[in-house]
């Protein structure tokens, strides 16, 4: 395998990222000035409408503030096309927003130019270099000449692929834990095989990989049950089917193949695949009879709320790119890969809670997903998890929600770490309306097809649960999985997070 240019957009260490306040804030931002420009009717207002708002083509569609601010949150997480000479057209209008005093233009400038941060330049000082270098940092690059080098290599991927040029070979397997890559690669003429990884571990009770069928089995009903009424009638199918199907492909490998390419993202779904994956290679005698590569993405120029590899838009050059900057998988890797999945699936969690803060480790953006996931054991005050407790927030903050939306704000602006897709949180909502003693409960539906219809509302053991005076676990049956740690109301103790000194095991 050739080794090629490294650039900034791929990478192994965490990357600095907005903080969650500042993006609260400049989307609030955005979405005020575009609920104006609607109004007053402007075309480009209109045309964000259209494309990010489901509604926005129907005749009787009456947009609100509300709804602006769902456009501007959809378009922080779809990928935007780069342009240099745009680029270079942003960025001296910004300058004259910032000059007229618009208060959008402000928090950009205050959030991300470093000379602000420190106070060692003032806002009055501010030139069009200084745009330039704050469109180069909200873009993930330090520098401007960085971010127009990043350009270059898109320009130049993309002139070799119109030329005829091929990326991989009819030898390669593309490893994905779900088909949101599968049209991008196809599109880029990408010539090797695609496969899905597909079990959702974040969920249900996950056993080691010598429990036997028996435990497969159980797995397989209860995500069945969790998550079946929420998928198309044409992807339902049977989790136990799934999973043992992947566990033969993987045992398989490399099969005809001399290349097998990991495309995994920063969130617990992808890094729990991408371990269960390095537990099976880690089984295998070292060196490996194929080359094993990695794309480990959590950060993209022109997306500003990255959350997957299926949002980037369907450039071909920009998936290439992803693929030209591949990193070879080292032994080291798939040791602590293995280390963490056999953490993963034990009842105690505290192995797991030691190796995400281990120092040096070979894969951070797997500790700092796996330090997430473990905060979905109940908080000892409410004995909810953080997703829950995430909910219950956004509804105590914006009142009476649809179930979509209130996924739309959690991923966008309200979670440090996205942690699950649209599906898994529908299933983690519907328990807390399910209880004995509600967190929430459903107040009307929504006019659209298919399921997660409801439109939702905080009860008053909702706002107890939030503010730690109650309990979940005293109030109502719980029976559920973070990894190997089973949650259970019957038993007399249960394990617990508390965020600054790990799982604790308490009555």
């Known amino acids: 395998m050739k080794k090629t240019l490294q650039a900034p957009v791929v990478g192994l260490q965490p990357t600095s990222t907005p903080k969650l306040s500042d993006l609260q804030a400049e989307f609030t931002l955005q979405a005020a000035k575009l609920f104006k420009d609607y109004q007053a009717g402007l075309e480009y207002a209109a045309t964000l409408f259209r494309t990010y708002h489901p509604r926005a083509t129907q005749v009787d569609f009456i947009p609100d503030l509300l709804d602006a601010r769902q456009v501007i949150l959809v378009q922080s997480m779809r990928g935007q096309k780069l342009n240099f000479e745009h680029l270079k057209k942003q960025s001296k209008a910004i300058l004259k927003d910032l000059v007229l005093g618009d208060a959008l233009a402000r928090h950009r400038f205050t959030c991300n130019h470093p000379k602000l941060l420190s106070g060692t330049k003032k806002l009055s000082q501010m030139l069009l270099s200084d745009a330039q270098h704050v469109l180069a940092l909200e873009n993930g690059f330090d520098s401007w000449p960085k971010l127009k ?47 899905e990884i597909i079990d959702p571990f ?26 079946g009424e929420y998928l198309p009638p044409n992807e339902k199918r049977s989790l136990f089917d799934i999973s043992t199907l992947e566990q033969a492909f993987l045992e398989s490998l490399p099969a005809q193949y001399e290349e097998v390419t990991l495309w995994f993202e920063h969130d617990a779904f992808d890094q729990l695949c991408l371990a269960h994956i390095l537990h099976h290679m880690a089984e295998r005698p070292l060196p490996l009879s194929f080359d094993l590569t990695l794309v480990q993405v959590d950060h993209f120029p022109g997306v500003k709320r990255f959350l997957g590899l299926g949002n980037l838009g369907p450039d071909p050059e920009t998936i290439c790119l992803l693929f030209q900057q591949r990193l070879t998988v080292s032994p080291a890797m798939i040791a602590f890969g293995a280390r963490i999945w056999n953490a993963f699936t034990n009842q105690n969690p505290t192995d797991l809670w030691r190796l995400v803060n281990e120092k040096s480790a070979p894969l951070p953006l797997m500790q700092t997903a796996l330090r997430r996931m473990l905060s979905e054991l109940p908080h000892p005050n409410s004995g909810l998890g953080f997703t829950e407790m995430l909910a219950l927030q956004i509804l105590k903050q914006e009142g009476p929600q649809a179930m979509r939306r209130i996924f739309l704000f959690m991923v966008a602006e309200h979670d440090p770490e996205p942690y699950h897709g649209d599906i898994m949180f529908f299933g983690i909502l519907k328990k807390l309306w399910q209880g004995d003693n509600p967190a929430i409960e459903i107040v009307g539906e929504i006019e659209t097809p298919g399921p997660a219809k409801e439109i939702l509302k905080l009860t008053e053991f909702g706002e107890k649960f939030l503010a730690g005076q109650e309990n979940w676990l005293r ?17 007399d103790k249960n394990w617990y997070f508390d965020p600054k000194t790990g799982p604790i095991l308490q009555n």
């Open 149 to 195: 080098h990043h350009l270059s290599a898109l320009d130049t991927t993309a002139t070799f692929l119109k030329t005829g040029g091929k990326i991989d070979t009819p030898e390669t397997a593309h490893i994905r834990c779900g088909n949101d890559i599968k049209n991008l690669l196809q599109g880029a003429d990408f010539q090797g095989n695609f496969h």
């Open 475 to 491: 109030y109502n049956k719980t029976d559920h999985w973070v990894g190997g740690v089973e949650i259970n109301n019957k038993f």
């Open 202 to 227: 974040a969920m249900g009770p996950v056993y080691p990989r010598n429990a036997g069928v028996e435990a497969l089995s159980h797995r397989g009903t209860y995500i069945d049950t969790l998550l």
